[in-house]
């Protein structure tokens, strides 16, 4: 029973050290996101914004301060809706500046604080 119990352990420290290991190695090698990344998170907040935008707006039960969050928001995610293609275009023809990328970002961070 105890040979048992020791090879167990063993065997979790082996994981874990393993995992570790595995984690510091992918760590390694990740540096700054790639603007092809960016743009890529951009369309996945705007996308999960949206689809809560829809579901309260779908919703015949929201309350009046889910209302008034959908009226801040609705602006914001039409203003993203032009913004986000244009950076994305802007980066395939590698002409996006850093200007464009910190409204967007500024704006999908005032949609995350609602």
Do not use: H
């Amino acid at each position: 029973m105890q040979k048992q119990n020791r090879n167990y352990q063993y065997l979790k420290l082996l994981i874990v050290l393993t995992m570790g290991f595995a984690f510091a190695g992918c760590t390694a090698t990740m540096g700054a996101p790639t603007q092809r990344q960016i743009v890529t998170s951009m369309y996945q907040v705007y996308n999960a914004q949206y689809a809560d935008y829809l579901s309260m707006a779908a919703n015949p039960n929201t309350t009046e301060a889910q209302k008034v969050i959908m009226r801040e928001k609705k602006p914001i995610l039409e203003k993203l809706g032009t913004l986000i293609p244009a950076y994305d275009a802007a980066v395939t023809n590698g002409t996006a500046s850093p200007e464009m990328q910190k409204t967007i970002m500024d704006l999908l961070n005032s949609l995350n604080s609602m």
